[in-house]
């Protein structure tokens, strides 16, 4: 039953299922790609779906913002979720970077569009809410290495946390500005570039003030 509010004011009220939202919702990577910098409108996010403007109109009452950042949240967890995984697969340190950032290179070449919304977007769209994201899941991976390293204490040289974020950050931009270069299918053979330019395998040199 529609709200009276939703009745005086006209808005449609979709069902949580409602097909057109969800391939909207859907479309959300993919118009951030085909609009570059540009703020994602819902009439984007319908020339993405392949959807008549017409059509779209008055579904994804939440705005394409939050539908464009709602996608983020989830391709970025999906990416570090991954990420995290892949430490499983290797026994060295230097094995399980290598693996880690291997697997995540792959999955942004399979999928420019998500490499793009990811790493291009926050940067380039001017969006507050965007670059938070980046920042939180920035922070995960920095979480995440401070942890995995300290399995390894024996056998390394712990990295103090400002050079981890180094190392993060240099690995983001990096990928960011391939990826806005049209390069993302090309990531997984630049794995020795990318991990040399942040010092991935031999970030050994102590930080000092």
Same mark, same amino acid.
């Not at 999906?78 to 290179?105: C, I």
């Given at each position: 039953m529609r709200m009276l509010s939703e009745v005086l004011s006209g808005a449609r009220a979709c069902p949580p299922d409602c097909a057109t939202?969800?391939?909207?919702?859907a479309a959300a990577a993919p118009a951030v790609l085909m609009t570059g910098g540009a703020e994602v409108s819902l009439a984007d996010l319908a020339a993405a779906a392949g959807i008549p403007a017409a059509a779209a109109d008055g579904h994804c009452s939440e705005g394409a913002a939050t539908v464009v950042a709602d996608a983020y949240r989830r391709a970025a967890?999906? /990416?570090?979720?991954?990420?995290?995984?892949?430490?499983? /697969?290797?026994? #060295?340190?230097?094995?399980?970077?290598?693996?880690?950032?291997?697997? +995540?290179?792959? !999955? +942004?070449?399979?999928?420019?569009?998500i490499a793009h919304l990811c790493f291009v977007a926050p940067a380039l769209a001017g969006d507050e809410q965007l670059r938070e994201i980046r920042e939180a899941f920035r922070a995960r991976y920095v979480r995440l290495l401070s942890t995995e390293q300290d399995r390894?204490?024996?056998?390394?040289? +712990? +990295?103090?946390?400002?050079?981890?974020?180094?190392?993060?950050?240099?690995?983001? !931009? #990096?990928?960011?500005?391939?990826?806005?270069?049209?390069?993302?299918?090309? /990531?997984?053979?630049?794995?020795?570039?990318i991990a040399g330019a942040a010092q991935v395998f031999e970030p050994r040199v102590a930080v000092t003030a």
């Open positions: 939202c969800e391939r909207l919702r967890g999906e /990416l570090y979720g991954e990420y995290a995984a892949s430490f499983r /697969l290797a026994d #060295t340190w230097s094995e399980k970077l290598g693996a880690a950032l291997e697997r +995540l290179l792959r !999955r +942004l070449a399979e999928e420019p569009a390894h204490a024996d056998d390394v040289e +712990l +990295l103090p946390e400002l050079q981890l974020e180094m190392m993060v950050s240099v690995v983001f !931009r #990096t990928i960011g500005e391939l990826v806005a270069d049209g390069r993302a299918p090309e /990531l997984p053979a630049l794995l020795e570039d």
